[in-house]
């Protein structure tokens, strides 16, 4: 079994920062694919940013590219999600999610475990 606890979302006005986290525990954590997913109210879950076992691969959303930065830290089997130049219309709860495979995916359905979420709420 595993867990995720995301941790660091709150408000913050237009054009600042935040830093997420997501503290993993119960399974050989560097194996695996993982993901950052948001959900804005009456809106469907969306792929944020995704990060390869080793770290040497990331990915992103295009709404994002450019703003946000993923990193892992295997030792301390982590995930970090760096948030700036925010927008209103990054305003979501945030999740991290662990796909148990190292391949690149987007699909929500494709991950196996997921974090409760982290509101994230940037004023104008």
């Known amino acids: 079994q595993v867990q995720l606890v995301e941790s660091g979302g709150g408000l913050v006005q237009a054009g600042g920062s935040l830093r997420l986290s997501c503290a993993a525990s119960?399974?050989?954590?560097?194996?695996?694919?993982m993901g950052w997913f948001r959900q804005a109210p009456g809106q469907e879950r969306e792929f944020v940013a995704g990060?390869?076992?080793?770290?040497?691969?990331?990915y992103y959303a295009d709404s994002v590219k450019g703003r946000f930065t993923i990193s892992r830290d295997n030792a301390k089997e982590a995930v970090y999600l760096q948030m700036i130049s925010l927008k209103p219309e990054d305003t979501a709860v945030y999740y991290c999610?662990?796909?148990?495979?190292?391949?690149?995916?987007?699909?929500?359905?494709?991950?196996?475990?997921w974090g409760q979420g982290t509101q994230v709420t940037v004023s104008s």
């Open positions: 999610a662990l796909r148990l495979s190292s391949w690149y995916e987007k699909n929500e359905y494709k991950y196996s475990y």
């Open positions: 119960g399974r050989t954590f560097s194996r695996y694919f």
């Open positions: 990060i390869s076992g080793s770290g040497e691969d990331t």
